[in-house]
């Protein structure tokens, strides 16, 4: 299997230098030459997740030296819970969020983490892994990273304008991981890694590795959930599920697509965004126009140029197809705030944030077959929860270990000097 640039202005690159690569090099984002086709009746008993993720991943990694390890890989990376359960009538509730970080971004991370350190090293500096945060990124990655030898990481993220327990799981690593305020918001954090990553003199000092969704590791294993979950729903209803995905940079959208893409029973994927408007504005005018972010309650889908757009549209070039396949929705604070304050008397459960956009998406839509994509724990994001629904949110352990830890931050301006020092 070859990648090639949404641009179509770089060479084609098997699996393992996409990945090195992060971006093209033309700029453009890492797409697969060809998806491959899965026949459902190889599907027909249940897997476990890592034995999934192996038959899904396979194709993609076809010809690469990693394809060797990807049992391991899987396996490694696989390894907490996934839980898909019924919410009401024909909803369910694909709960992504009990991983070490309490948010989805956790598998994409591990999943990545996993394949960079089977690559070879070349050079005698440690590895930079570079990341731009809108919340949960930077803390999934400091986390699948943390102690690995070989790796440095820089984490990027917008000084005031993230959760306090999303802060100490950036800054409470030490040893391997350094965490960058900067005062900007998330497109500055963005802008300051792709600035880097275009500065040939910057990237000869040292290897420098991406891993925001742009990169085509953490975007793969995402697929491996949402053929899971698609396989479990349809065994048990009888029908296809439609997806309700909370969507930022468009990273987990364009997973659950290309799940679709690739045979898995998915009926439909409607997106869920908050007051950013940047995509619904392309679903009505058909003109792609960034925007300047937002700020919201759902802080880690505050993104006002979504980096995977590019790939959206790469899968879509015709709006009249994307609007076939997809919805977006647009929820605002208010609504966000009304969906968690009902969220226990109407359906048992605490949300997130980010949750509480799908599940107020997820009301507009009418058809009952409709999984509801949880994307983070509640916990983390209690200061916005907890006094909307009037008590205390359980920690999950995981989190509960991080948020006793020591933190450090770096605070830097939203310059491109900056990347001096980070770089080092
Ligand atoms: C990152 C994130 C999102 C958005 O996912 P994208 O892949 O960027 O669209 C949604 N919810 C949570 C909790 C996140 O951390």
Redesign the pocket.
């Known amino acids: 299997m070859k990648y090639l640039s949404t641009r179509q202005g770089a060479p084609a690159a098997g699996f393992s230098t996409a990945m090195d690569h992060g971006l093209a090099p033309d700029g453009g984002l890492y797409v697969p030459e060809a998806f491959p086709v899965f026949s459902m009746h190889h599907f027909a008993a249940e897997f476990s997740l890592p034995e999934l993720a192996e038959r899904l991943l396979s194709p993609y990694l076809e010809g690469d030296p990693l394809q060797a390890h990807l049992k391991k890989i899987c396996k490694a990376a696989f390894d907490f819970e996934i839980v898909l359960k019924n919410l009401k009538n024909q909803t369910a509730l694909l709960e992504l969020f009990h991983g070490p970080t309490a948010?989805?971004?956790d598998i994409g991370a591990r999943f990545l983490a996993e394949c960079l350190s089977r690559l070879p090293v070349s050079g005698a500096r440690d590895r930079l892994v570079l990341v731009a945060t809108?919340?949960?990124?930077g803390g999934a990655v400091a986390a699948a990273f943390h102690r690995r030898p070989g790796f440095e990481v820089a984490i990027l993220f917008p000084k005031g304008k993230i959760s306090p327990r999303q802060q100490q799981q950036l800054t409470c690593w030490g040893e391997n991981i350094r965490a960058y305020a900067v005062a900007g918001n998330f497109d500055d954090c963005q802008r300051l890694v792709k600035a880097a990553f275009a500065d040939k003199t910057l990237r000869a000092r040292r290897p420098l590795l991406s891993a925001n969704?742009i990169n085509i590791g953490r975007l793969l294993p995402q697929q491996v959930y949402y053929a899971w979950a698609a396989l479990a729903y349809r065994r048990q209803f009888h029908q296809n599920a439609g997806f309700v995905v909370?969507?930022?940079?468009?990273?987990?959208?364009v997973a659950s697509l290309w799940t679709q893409r690739i045979g898995f029973p998915i009926a439909s994927v409607a997106l869920a965004t908050n007051a950013n408007q940047s995509i619904l504005d392309y679903f009505r005018t058909g003109e792609w126009q960034p925007k300047e972010t937002v700020s919201t309650l759902?802080n880690?889908?505050d993104?006002g140029n979504?980096s995977n757009m590019e790939r959206l549209i790469h899968l879509y070039p015709n709006l009249k197809d994307l609007k076939r396949d997809v919805r977006v929705f647009s929820v605002s604070d208010r609504e966000i705030s009304q969906t968690i304050e009902l969220g226990p008397s109407e359906y048992n459960e605490v949300w997130?944030p980010?949750t509480a956009t799908a599940v107020a998406a997820r009301k507009q839509l009418a058809s009952p077959q409709w999984v509801i994509v949880a994307?983070?724990s509640p916990a983390k994001f209690d200061t916005i929860v907890e006094p909307l629904i009037g008590r205390k949110v359980a920690i999950p352990p995981a989190l509960a270990a991080l948020l006793t830890r020591a933190s450090n931050v770096i605070e830097i301006s939203s310059e491109v000097g900056e990347l001096e020092k980070i770089i080092g």
């Open positions: 948010a989805f971004k809108s919340g949960d990124t969704s909370p969507t930022g940079n468009l990273g987990n959208a759902a880690a889908m993104v979504p997130c980010h994307t983070a």
